[in-house]
């Protein structure tokens, strides 16, 4: 969640000449900026794959399908499908002509994609806690919607990030071996101070981030 451009003026180029985009990416970083509901690098919300290729190259830029959940799959876009860091699966509005941003899922330890807030993959219950100022609740593990933030209990993630990006925590193989997972599976809400729950030391494994259409 590749081939890094050669400058960032040339991505800048690139992005007023070929690629609808609601703002510009601040100054001195590499575009890979996230804006809930409204862009994602140097794509807006009516983006297409066309215009990634057109901005990265067309190496980055691999078709395939991907898992929603509950034996749901989608036609996705794989962005920088070699490199861990930036990797970052996407989601069409129109799945034919693969364009209008409907949702994009990062995966892993850690990305190179930067989110508001300081949010990111592999930042601990407790480093999440710091970010947002204070306890928060997610749902119990072993179902399709494992580990997801249910709540953040009116800290400041809860404007900062808004109901369009789903953060979800995630254990490791060695963690499930544990008798504290059985404690904390199902549909159900913990919170992320809970005993059981630090026990196993999850971390930020995935985010999914939801795009607004007028």
């Known amino acids: 969640m590749t081939v890094r451009c050669a400058s960032c003026g040339l991505v ?3 992005m007023l000449a070929a690629v609808p985009v609601t703002s510009s990416p601040p100054p001195g970083t590499d575009g890979l900026v996230v804006v809930p ?5 140097v794509l807006g919300v009516d983006g297409s794959a066309a215009d990634l290729v057109a901005a990265y190259g067309a190496a980055t830029v691999r078709q395939t399908e991907v898992e929603l959940g509950e034996g749901e799959r989608a036609v996705a876009t794989i962005l920088f499908p070699e490199d861990e860091r930036r990797r970052l699966e996407i989601v069409w509005q129109d799945p034919v002509a693969r364009r209008r941003l409907e949702r994009a899922t990062l995966r892993g330890s850690a990305t190179a994609w930067r989110l508001p807030g300081g ?4 930042l601990t219950l ?5 970010l947002n100022g204070g306890g928060f609740e997610v749902a119990g593990f072993a179902w399709d919607g494992g580990g997801i ?14 109901p369009a990006v ?17 404690e904390v599976q199902g549909d159900r809400p913990f919170a ?4 059981a729950l630090r026990a196993l030391g999850p ?3 995935r985010i999914v981030v939801e795009f607004e259409h007028p």
């Open 192 to 195: 992320s101070d809970l005993p």
């Open 149 to 162: 933030v249910l709540s953040w209990h009116g800290g400041r993630l809860t404007a900062t990030l808004g």
């Open 12 to 14: 800048g180029l690139v």
């Open 37 to 41: 509901g409204r862009q994602l690098g």
């Open 203 to 205: 971390s930020v494994g």
């Open 126 to 130: 407790e480093q999440v806690e710091l």
């Open 166 to 182: 789903k953060v979800f925590f995630v254990p490791d193989d060695a963690a499930q071996q544990r008798p504290e997972f059985l």
């Open 119 to 122: 949010m990111s993959l592999g």
